[in-house]
């Protein structure tokens, strides 16, 4: 039988806690279930009331992954679902991860955990921007702390602050608060912005998907500010060869990534330090008092 746990007064059956899911590190399922559970005061504000995407790789990173956005069968009646907009009249219920007792069993699912830039009480209304920096190799996260520092400035020429976390894979996510405004009008700043980098920074940055434009810049992808879109929540494990986390990072660490790209590599095991240091360096997207309108909106 699966071991049995307690969560906030509801009981839990966890599945094969010492399968290996990074091969590479040795960490078990309960090591995940471990980093998840004890990183939770900072990781749940993020996804509250926010409609939820997991990928899943219930094999580890070496078996199949996929995504998942309905609520998988076996689903606890606690969990709590919401609908969401899927299509023209067309809704579908989500999860969305409200406790610590959601967070370990979906954790026992074995996932990334994904939002979107909107809460559940209104669907397609963002309340932050993402600017997701992906580099083309042979570009590195070194090239994307040039173009998130580049965004930053301009960000606040137009009023607006910005904050950084790294993906958890090669590049980074500049966060920004807005007051709350139709994704569409969000995707259209955030494109903006992007063709304004590229302009800007033409050797260093691209805005279009396109491959082979990538090679050696940074591609400024706007498209996860699209109300169908989601990014990878802070604080998420990914399914990368090592434990590495999506991890909030100052700006100082930005500027010595510029010259350090290792720097900038979290794995599970150092979050909890970086937490007692710094506390949650995303505190800030989290206040409303921190949300400012879009130029024009």
């Not at 049995?4 to 509801?10: I, L, P, S, W």
Request: hydrophobic share 40%; with cysteine; charged share 25%.
């Amino acid at each position: 039988m699966s071991p049995m746990t307690e969560v906030e007064g509801r009981r839990l059956a966890l599945s094969n806690l010492e399968k290996v899911l990074y091969p590479a590190t040795g960490t078990t399922k309960g090591e995940v279930l471990h980093y998840v559970a004890t990183t939770a005061g900072a990781l749940l504000p993020h996804v509250h009331d926010r409609p939820m995407s997991f990928l899943r790789f219930p094999d580890g990173v070496a078996g199949e992954k996929f995504f998942a956005k309905n609520p998988p069968p076996g689903k606890p009646s606690w969990v709590k679902t919401v609908a969401v907009p899927r299509s023209e009249g067309v809704t579908a219920r989500q999860v969305v991860v409200a406790d610590l007792s959601t967070l370990v069993w979906a954790a026992n699912l074995v996932v990334e955990f994904h939002v979107p830039q909107w809460r559940a009480e209104s669907p397609g209304v963002a309340d932050r921007m993402v600017l997701d920096l992906d580099p083309g190799e042979p570009a590195t996260v070194a090239e994307c702390c040039e173009v998130a520092l580049w965004l930053r400035e301009r960000l606040a020429a137009d009023g607006l602050g910005a904050w950084v976390k790294t993906s958890g894979s090669k590049g980074l996510h500049v966060l920004v608060p807005v007051e709350p405004t139709p994704s569409e009008q969000v995707s259209a700043y955030a494109k903006a912005l992007a063709k304004e980098a590229e302009a800007e920074l033409p050797e260093l940055v691209v805005h279009r998907m396109t491959r082979a434009l990538r090679k050696g810049r940074v591609f400024v992808d706007f498209s996860q500010n699209s109300a169908s879109k989601t990014t990878a929540a802070p604080y998420t494990l990914r399914a990368r060869s090592e434990p590495t986390v999506s991890t909030p990072v100052t700006w100082e660490e930005i500027e010595a990534g510029r010259a350090d790209a290792g720097s900038l590599v979290f794995r599970a095991a150092d979050i909890g330090a970086r937490l007692e240091r710094y506390g949650d360096l995303l505190g800030p997207l989290l206040n409303p008092n921190r949300a400012r309108a879009l130029p024009g909106v």
